[in-house]
């Protein structure tokens, strides 16, 4: 079986903010539409505090929760206790359903486990400086090349400007 590129997707304000108090903190449509097709016919990987927040699973997508808690059980997802275990079921997952790739799609403490093993970055950063609780980590943009970006303005649609890049892991 081959292995599916892991691709991490983020929105991140200018300050390093994705988030407060276990909420999106813009209404930006047209980032919304790109993460669900990024991310449709995929497995998923988040943290239990990022499921609990959306509060079910995603449709289209296997979603798999990685949390420590032992007893964490929902209906519809796959639990999994550390990140080796949630990529594998993601790999399995995503092979039986013939997805194009594993995504990571959050909190900041997933990111931050899973930002040494990911392929590729899909980001959207968000032109505005809000105040959140939850931060994207640093993820050391020098192990990666930019291959795509492209700017959008604040709309009646999306309440900031922002822009949509793409990053490959360079080899």
């Given at each position: 079986?081959?292995?599916?590129?892991?691709?991490?997707?983020?929105a991140?304000?200018?300050?390093?903010?994705?988030?407060?108090?276990?909420?999106?903190?813009?209404?930006?449509?047209?980032?919304?539409?790109?993460?669900?097709?990024?991310?449709?016919?995929?497995?998923?990987?988040?943290?239990?505090?990022?499921?609990?927040?959306?509060?079910?699973?995603?449709p289209?997508?296997?979603?798999?929760?990685?949390?420590?808690?032992?007893?964490?059980?929902a209906?519809?997802?796959?639990?999994?206790?550390?990140?080796?275990?949630?990529?594998?079921?993601?790999?399995?997952?995503?092979?039986?359903?013939?997805?194009?790739?594993?995504?990571?799609?959050?909190?900041?403490?997933?990111?931050?486990?899973?930002?040494?093993?990911?392929?590729?970055?899909?980001?959207?950063?968000?032109?505005?400086?809000?105040?959140?609780?939850?931060?994207?980590?640093?993820?050391?943009?020098?192990?990666?090349?930019?291959?795509?970006?492209?700017?959008?303005?604040?709309?009646?649609?999306?309440e900031?400007?922002?822009?949509?890049?793409?990053?490959?892991?360079?080899?």
């Open positions: 079986m081959a292995k599916l590129p892991v691709v991490l997707v983020a991140i304000a200018d300050n390093g903010v994705i988030g407060s108090e276990n909420r999106l903190i813009w209404r930006l449509k047209t980032d919304l539409r790109r993460f669900r097709a990024l991310t449709m016919g995929c497995p998923i990987i988040m943290g239990r505090k990022t499921f609990l927040s959306i509060g079910k699973p995603l289209g997508r296997q979603t798999v929760v990685l949390t420590r808690d032992p007893l964490f059980r209906e519809g997802v796959h639990a999994a206790s550390s990140l080796e275990g949630a990529l594998e079921m993601a790999q399995e997952l995503g092979a039986a359903m013939g997805a194009r790739a594993v995504i990571v799609g959050g909190g900041s403490e997933i990111y931050a486990l899973a930002l040494p093993l990911v392929d590729r970055l899909e980001l959207t950063f968000v032109h505005a400086a809000p105040e959140g609780d939850a931060l994207f980590p640093s993820w050391g943009r020098e192990a990666f090349r930019e291959t795509a970006r492209s700017d959008h303005p604040a709309t009646a649609e999306d900031y400007a922002f822009s949509f890049a793409s990053f490959e892991r360079r080899r």
